[in-house]
């Protein structure tokens, strides 16, 4: 069974929130849509989002790291906001394993978004329904964009390559290993909901120098010959830019 | 800019660093200091500025670039006195290798008509009655002060702009421009094009929807006032119009007449089959569009590093006219550039340019052929005591230059600005985490929102730069949070040094580029009173909202009408 997940490497993460207004472009358009700001341009805006970064700093200076952390639904294989759902509005998808919510079912009675341990629900109040990530289920099977494209909106704006998107019950999948071979880890796994969703750590960056690398055997120096010089007319960008 | 260089000796320490990473022989090296095309340049030969006020004559092209490389002090553009001719006072003794010239210093020195007056400014997406300035409070009165005839002391501003920013308020002519999606634009080769370590590479960026109401791109604006004065490089010989608009000047210029290099390197030549140099291509702008608006050229592998004595890559670089010597680039750890200009200060060069006597120490001392730390300028005549802290800002990510961060979700990722302070420098100073402080300078001060952190060091306090606006600006609500606790820190900055040996009105910048000291400043931090506005100051008369402009909507539901699938 095929179990579809975003990994993302907190160590290189830089919390630019290109996937959290990318998301969001991708899907206020969508099916998942609209997705409505209160007070666009006054005091206390607010509005919905699929994804979200929180910044916090850890340890105490000058040992302080400053983490950016990249939140939305972790689409858990066991999922706790969907048995509480008393109209079957939300329900996880056997085929690939996404947890979506059906707006036509839905009464907006917030019961999903007790039950998730990680606050990733989001009540659109005006349409009433309540949202979150679809892992841009309107994209990722739309074989009118080219295969490269088929992918979360936020997995293809990362400028870090912070994202990852694959099926982690593969366990030759990019994602599999990534969690296998980089410690992949999920959030609060004691709630027993098994995020499908991992994480990547941070990591300390050390670099070794090997002596041998720091004497170089094929210096050009010693196999040049002299060439005839060599002039061009006319202007060249040289004479014409500023900067 | 900001960073190492955005200080008063941020030409030596950048210097430092690039001598330390020439000796460690990282240069264009796998993993070290990497090229882009057109880069790697030898400075001399290159471009230069007029060298004296004979250069600029009514009616006249300039005689020279607006901006050069000095290389020598007969290339500064100064008078008989060596006195600056320009209104920035770059490439004078003041800052001889002003490089990108000294905008910072433009209102200041008009206001003051030193070294002249002027009748007209015009700005282009710069907001400098607010967060493009340093001492903003006192620059918006100079855009409106008047003289003793009761006369504008900048009698005409011409604001050009795509949104209703604090600057666009003192406009007397705005030109609504349009933004990036309604534009032709170009990363060009003759400025800053994106090129990558592989290779050169431009882009252009065509428009994906029409310009809304009476908005016109600038480059339009400018290319029609250019084509209407009759300047040279925009009309033939018998006055006749020459580039239809903006995509046919880009297509059709060339820096010399048939010299065959323009604004893009790719598709050049009648059918678009030469690249760097050739013929303007009359379908060159359809190529780009083909091509995602890229144009990329990748180096053969072995032209790929050291590139400054790559003879390989300096015979493809000259046949390319990129550079106009296939000779080694060498890299000047002892500067004669640098001693040139020494020398000069030290009476040394019998018959040559001099600086004038108040500025010669200071040429002397900063022109130094090889690198030295020295104290910040403005810290240098600061009471350290009684200002302990360095403050600094930085751009937010989520906003690096976008021009409009007001836009409904950008601001709520950072919709007002605290003041990063060190929890134990916060503590000491009897401020609570998220409470109401005042930090002041030598110059102003501002009442703003303390966050406590542990990711800055002790000696030194930081903010977002430009979230906080102006009450009303940017078609916000004047209750919007941006102006309420958001707060900009640019109020606690000069952009002139206290008077001192070299000069009443030194400009608070490098002495050697001219690069604006945006953040040596030096400040105090204390709590607010218990009975003051829990509101951030300095506050500004909030701006009134122009005729057309659109009613802020309660809620929004933004819904993007392509077809699915359609990008
Ligand atoms: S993260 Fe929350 S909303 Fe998403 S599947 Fe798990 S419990 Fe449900
Ligand atoms: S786009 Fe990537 S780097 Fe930027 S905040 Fe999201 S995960 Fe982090």
Not at chain 2, 155 to 176: G, N, W, Y
Not at chain 2, 487 to 513: K, M
Request: with cysteine; aromatic share 10%.
């Amino acid at each position: 069974m095929t179990q579809l997940a975003l990994v993302i490497d907190l160590n290189v993460c830089v919390g630019c929130h290109a996937c959290v207004t990318s998301c969001k472009q991708w899907n206020t358009s969508g099916p998942a849509g609209y997705m409505s700001d209160d007070n666009p341009y006054d005091k206390d805006p607010t509005g919905t989002f699929f994804n979200r970064v929180q910044t916090f700093e850890v340890g105490d200076y000058p040992n302080t790291e400053t983490v950016h952390f990249p939140k939305s639904c972790l689409h858990c294989e066991d999922p706790p906001c969907v048995p509480v759902c008393p109209t079957g509005a939300s329900y996880k998808r056997e085929s690939d394993g996404i947890v979506l919510v059906d707006y036509d079912k839905c009464i907006g009675c917030k019961y999903c978004s007790w039950a998730c341990p990680y606050g990733m629900r989001e009540i659109d109040e005006h349409q009433k329904v309540m949202k979150k990530c679809t892992l841009c289920v309107d994209r990722i099977y739309d074989t009118s964009l080219p295969e490269a494209e088929r992918k979360p909106a936020c997995v293809m704006a990362c400028p870090t390559n912070a994202r990852l998107f694959g099926d982690v019950h593969d366990p030759e999948s990019e994602v599999s290993l990534a969690i296998r071979e980089r410690g992949g880890y999920p959030l609060m796994p004691e709630w027993g909901t098994k995020p499908a969703n991992h994480y990547l750590p941070r990591r300390k960056t050390r670099i070794t120098i090997h002596e041998d690398e720091l004497i170089r055997a094929d210096n050009p120096l010693k196999k040049e010959r002299k060439q005839a010089p060599h002039t061009i007319e006319g202007p060249t960008l040289d004479d014409s830019t500023m900067w | 800019m900001r960073g190492l260089a955005a200080h008063s000796n941020g030409f030596h320490s950048i210097r430092s660093l690039s001598i330390l990473m020439s000796i460690l022989g990282t240069i264009d090296r796998p993993g070290g200091f990497r090229h882009k095309a057109p880069f790697p340049r030898p400075i001399p030969p290159c471009a230069k500025t007029p060298t004296g006020p004979e250069g600029v004559q009514p009616n006249t092209p300039l005689a020279g670039m607006p901006l050069g490389w000095p290389a020598d002090p007969d290339d500064l553009f100064v008078d008989e006195q060596g006195e600056p001719v320009r209104i920035d006072k770059a490439f004078s003794w003041e800052h001889p290798l002003a490089v990108h010239g000294l905008m910072h210093n433009v209102i200041t020195n008009a206001w003051r008509g030193d070294p002249y007056k002027i009748d007209t400014l015009m700005i282009f997406m710069a907001n400098m009655a607010w967060n493009s300035s340093m001492n903003t409070v006192d620059v918006r009165q100079m855009l409106n002060d008047k003289d003793e005839n009761g006369e504008f002391k900048i009698p005409f501003l011409v604001v050009c702009d795509a949104f209703q920013s604090e600057m666009v308020a003192f406009a007397d002519l705005v030109l609504p421009d349009t933004t990036y999606l309604e534009r032709h634009d170009v990363m060009s080769m003759l400025d800053r094009p994106i090129s990558e370590y592989d290779g050169p590479v431009d882009s252009v960026r065509v428009p994906v929807v029409p310009p809304k109401g009476e908005c016109k791109p600038f480059q339009e604006v400018l290319i029609e006032l250019g084509t209407r004065l009759k300047l040279p490089a925009f009309t033939h010989e018998d006055g006749s119009r020459k580039f239809r608009d903006y995509p046919d000047f880009v297509i059709n210029y060339e820096t010399a007449p048939g010299s065959g290099i323009g604004f893009l390197a790719g598709w050049r030549g009648k059918g678009g089959e030469k690249f760097m140099k050739g013929e303007p291509n009359p379908s060159q702008w359809e190529l780009y569009e083909k091509n995602n608006c890229v144009f990329h050229y990748e180096l053969p592998r072995s032209y790929q590093y050291m590139r400054n004595w790559n003879q390989g890559y300096l015979r493809w670089a000259q046949d390319h006219s990129l550079t106009r010597y296939a000779e080694p680039i060498n890299i000047h750890i002892y500067s004669e550039v640098l001693q040139k200009f020494r020398l000069a200060a030290q009476g040394r060069t019998p018959g040559g340019r001099v600086p004038p006597e108040r500025l010669r120490k200071r040429v002397d001392t900063y022109f130094d052929p090889l690198p030295f730390y020295y104290e910040p300028l403005e810290a240098q005549y600061s009471d350290k005591h009684r200002y302990p802290l360095n403050a600094l800002t930085q751009r937010p990510m989520a906003m690096y230059h976008s021009w409009d961060s007001q836009n409904a979700w950008l601001r709520q990722i950072h919709t007002y600005n605290y003041l990063y302070v060190n929890a134990q420098t916060a503590q000491a100073a009897g401020i609570v985490d998220g409470g109401w402080m005042w930090a002041e300078s030598q110059w102003g001060k501002v009442r703003c929102l303390c966050r406590y952190s542990q990711a800055v060091e002790p000696g030194t306090v930081w903010t977002w730069n430009a979230v906080g606006k102006a009450a009303g600006a940017w078609g916000l609500s004047p209750q919007a949070n941006e102006s309420q606790q958001g707060f900009l820190l640019n109020h606690l900055i000069s952009e002139e040094l206290p008077a001192h040996s070299a000069g009443e009105h030194i400009s608070n910048s490098d002495p050697v580029t001219g690069q604006a000291g945006w953040y040596d400043v030096r400040v105090r931090i204390y709590p607010t009173d218990a009975e003051e506005p829990e509101v951030s100051s300095p506050q500004f008369e909030p701006l009134q909202p122009v005729p057309g402009q659109s009613k802020r909507p309660s809620w929004l539901a933004w819904f993007a009408g392509g077809k699915k699938g359609h990008r």
